[in-house]
């Protein structure tokens, strides 16, 4: 029913940008909630930003809060990551996620595959 596919990655110095894609490939209308996270090395998987369908409720991980902007484009069935000011300690795998339940417990139903974010010091 969901299939999410992410783009958009790469290397980066510290304050530069990057833009996500992520896009639902099956073609279906779905209203799940959508959002990001990311796995550094080392470290466990964290959350970084979900989005509901209509865009009403958006939440944000405080570490990039002010940098990082999500959102959505229901026409496409996809979700972007707009990620500004980069840090060293944003480098990870970010993950595409969707789920019913997203918002309200952080658990998402469908992962992406990941894709890479690297910031150079």
């Known amino acids: 029913q969901v299939q999410l596919v992410e783009s958009g990655g790469g290397l980066v110095q510290a304050g530069g940008s990057l833009r996500l894609s992520c896009t639902n490939s099956a073609r279906t209308f779905t209203n799940y909630p959508m959002g990001w996270f990311r796995q550094a090395p080392g470290k466990e998987r964290e959350f970084v930003a979900a989005i509901s369908w209509s865009g009403g409720s958006i939440n944000y991980a405080d570490s990039v809060k002010g940098r990082f902007t999500i959102s959505r484009d229901n026409a496409k069935n996809s979700v972007y990551l707009q990620m500004n000011s980069l840090k060293p300690e944003d480098t990870a795998v970010y993950y595409c996620?969707?789920?019913?339940?997203?918002?309200?417990?952080?658990?998402?139903?469908?992962w992406g595959q990941g894709t890479q974010v690297t910031v150079s010091s």
């Open positions: 996620a969707a789920g019913v339940r997203l918002i309200a417990t952080m658990a998402p139903d469908y």
